[in-house]
């Protein structure tokens, strides 16, 4: 029978790595994971952290279908991470001196060699091979659990967590000897198929549990709405009077979803798009699992109606696999739960580049398959910005995985690719994972983290104001003698989703976070996000979509709008704007970091920097669906705050055009 899904897809659940193992890898997590033995090498670092005993179900049907990765040193750890280095540093003599692919590759790839000693050994075994490609870093395979634990000894379980179901090996797994030497790191739990869009709809917030101390809340009767807050299309365009809150008994309204002139305008780019700096000449590429069958069409119904240009054959093209090579669609949210994020990707990034190349590249599912996508850009390079709207909640997979994906991101740097990621949509992960966790990989140091802001637009096309996204929903009941009050004490109980952030428990300090990020903050670890966009859905943005109806199918609905924000409408944003940044600045940022924190030392005035607003905002809201209305206070985000200079909401501060333009021009 086909499934339906409902958009947004639900906030997925994983455990976080165990305390000893964030003392065991630092930035550079160079070299093997494996200890090797007489004749066998273990792989320790495959082990994921929720396999333990108390979750143990019992041992995996043999006939299961498991996915695998079997990541590949590269031939120079140490100079990969050298180049890398040296071609994102300002004052660096190889500055924006980037390799090619096949300069890069004949530099660090594995061998191919090496590559055809694994392939031959594991297909010889029975496992089939998915992918292996050309940068030749890692392998990806398929075969039964009963296959897996033949080869890797691997002892497959099923693990319970939370009510998610997880495979994962209940013992390291091993290889003999001869093939474990050509290997860096093991993959065979379905961790990264928790691999999750960080979309957030509005009304989101509207469930029980409260991150803060997760206890449920009591669930308030429904009554009839004191208030009816009708969306606004600007900031101050309606208003609606609430119980007495902070102060007052009237506020804004929520946001109906800003447009893409709206949000030109907000970010000063207008002007600029009039006179053709506009992203031609750029290409943004977007990786996210599966695709929509009806992306172009969406995508143009959406521009005709807000007066922009259609999508051509100049400006989109996609690599995506058939229906038919989709993969473990339960487990990564079926195509429905990732339509609405590659909606929003294309269609955001469109409305701030609408000159610029939008290629995008899907998944065949949400693990391997995202990195055979990123590989498929990069070993070609098909692009030099990536925007990746996705991620792990906290950075709970295994370390070999890490690695893995570590060494990737390396590879993009080192060809001056700059890969941007959202931070996640669930704050400091407390809810999830019971303790203060980023989510990976935005918390890697080679990935420039994009976190998220509330951004109210006036009715002149300017910022009325810009706070760090946090929002805690406060029910508006009404009581039989009529008289209106909130479910619960101010700012409420329900959390409606926050910027991810805060400090690895994998990752040291990059030295470019030094001397920027406090050190009272960072402990000497990496900290996240770098920098900021709009990402709360009640300040918005307005998509076209023609909702999946069936899976199976993927027969859709009828086209409608709907607003939808969370960092991955920050990313698609942020990814833009350094396309026309690109294109005026007749430059190729490449891995932005080092160049991001060594402009702030020397002009923090060009990071508009975010801050607690002097009073706190907040905003009406009523439920099309319930007709429930709730008070929104804005910048409550857990545990993470905003604050002067950088903080772990919002990074070094909102983007803008006056920013990545001296960003582009390079600082030396």
């Known amino acids: 029978m086909a499934r339906r899904t409902i958009r947004p897809p639900r906030a997925r659940t994983a455990v976080g790595i165990v305390a000893t193992a964030a003392s065991v890898v630092a930035l550079s997590l160079a070299g093997a994971t494996g200890a090797q033995a007489s004749d066998l090498t273990t792989f320790s670092g495959a082990v994921p952290s929720w396999a333990t005993h108390a979750n143990d179900t019992g041992a995996t049907t043999p006939d299961t279908s498991v996915e695998g ?52 050994y594991l297909t010889t075994k029975g496992l089939s091979i998915t992918a292996v490609p050309k940068s030749r ?17 691997a002892n497959l379980h ?29 993959s065979l739990d379905q961790a990264k198929l928790l691999t999750h869009p960080d979309l957030v709809a509005q009304g989101s917030g509207t469930a029980t549990v409260n991150p803060r101390n997760r206890s449920v809340v009591p669930t308030t009767p429904a009554t009839p709405a004191a208030t009816k807050a009708v969306c606004s299309t600007y900031t101050g365009e309606h208003t609606a009077t609430v119980p007495a809150a902070y102060g007052s008994t009237t506020v804004d309204t929520f946001n109906c979803g800003y447009t893409p002139k709206q949000l030109r305008s907000a970010y000063g780019l207008d002007a600029y798009n009039r006179i053709g700096l506009n992203g031609r000449g750029q290409t943004v590429a977007i990786i996210d699992a599966y695709a929509s069958p009806s992306i172009v069409q969406d995508a143009n119904a959406y521009s005709a109606a807000n007066g922009e240009p259609q999508l051509t054959g100049a400006t989109y093209q996609q690599i995506v696999p058939t229906p038919a090579q989709f993969t473990d669609q339960a487990a990564c ?70 690695q ?13 690719i700059g890969l941007y990621y959202s931070s996640g949509d669930n704050g400091d992960e407390v809810a999830n994972l019971g303790y203060a966790s980023p989510d990976f990989p935005a918390s890697s140091p080679w990935v420039t983290a994009v976190g998220g802001t509330s951004l109210g637009i006036d009715k002149n096309g300017k910022k009325a104001y810009e706070t760090g996204w946090g929002d805690t929903l406060d029910k508006i009941v009404t009581a039989a003698d009529g008289t209106s009050s909130y479910a619960a004490p101010l700012p409420g109980n329900l959390y409606g989703g926050g910027a991810g952030g805060g400090v690895s428990g994998v990752f040291d300090q990059p030295s470019y976070q030094k001397g920027v990020v406090p050190t009272t903050l960072a402990a000497g670890k990496r900290v996240s996000p770098d920098l900021s966009a709009l990402a709360d859905p009640y300040t918005g943005f307005q998509i076209g979509i023609s909702p999946i109806a069936d899976d199976t199918t993927l027969a859709t609905d009828p086209y409608e709008n709907e607003t939808y924000g969370g960092t991955s409408l920050a990313s698609p944003l942020t990814a833009a704007m350094i396309a026309v940044t690109q ?22 005035f060009l990071f508009a920097d975010v801050v607690p607003p002097a009073t706190p905002k907040a905003l009406a809201y009523t439920s099309a669906t319930s007709g429930n209305s709730y008070l929104v206070t804005l910048n409550t985000d857990t545990s993470l705050t905003t604050a002067k200079g950088y903080d772990d909401v919002t990074g070094l501060g909102s983007i803008s055009f006056g920013l990545l333009s001296s960003i582009g021009r390079g600082h030396q």
């Open 404 to 416: 893995g994906q570590v060494n990737i991101e390396l590879q993009a740097a080192g060809e001056g």
């Open 333 to 402: 949210q079926y195509p429905s739960g990732w339509q609405g994020e590659q909606t929003l990707d294309v269609e955001s990034a469109h409305a701030l580049a609408p000159g610029a190349k939008i290629l995008y590249v899907g998944g065949t599912n949400c693990g391997g398959g995202l990195d055979v996508a990123m590989s498929k850009i990069l070993d070609d390079k098909l692009a030099t910005i990536v925007s990746n709207s996705y991620g792990n909640t906290g950075e709970a997979i295994p370390l070999d995985s890490i």
């Open 69 to 120: 990765e079997l990541y590949l040193p590269l031939r120079n750890q140490a100079g990969a991470e050298a180049l890398a280095t040296a071609v994102s540093t300002p004052g660096n003599r190889l500055y924006r001196k980037s390799l090619s692919p096949a300069q890069w590759i004949a530099s660090y790839s594995p061998t191919q060699a090496s590559v055809n000693t694994v392939v031959n």
């Open 137 to 153: 870093q890692y392998v990806v395979f398929r075969g039964s659990a009963d296959a897996v634990n033949s080869v890797f000894a």
């Open 158 to 186: 099923t693990y319970s967590f939370e009510g998610t179901k997880l495979v994962g090996p209940s013992t390291a797994p091993t290889l003999p000897s001869a093939i474990g030497s050509q290997v860096q790191g093991v």
């Open 583 to 604: 294109q005026s600045t007749y430059s190729t940022i490449g891995f932005a970091n080092p160049t991001l924190y060594s402009l702030y030392k020397v002009a923090p």
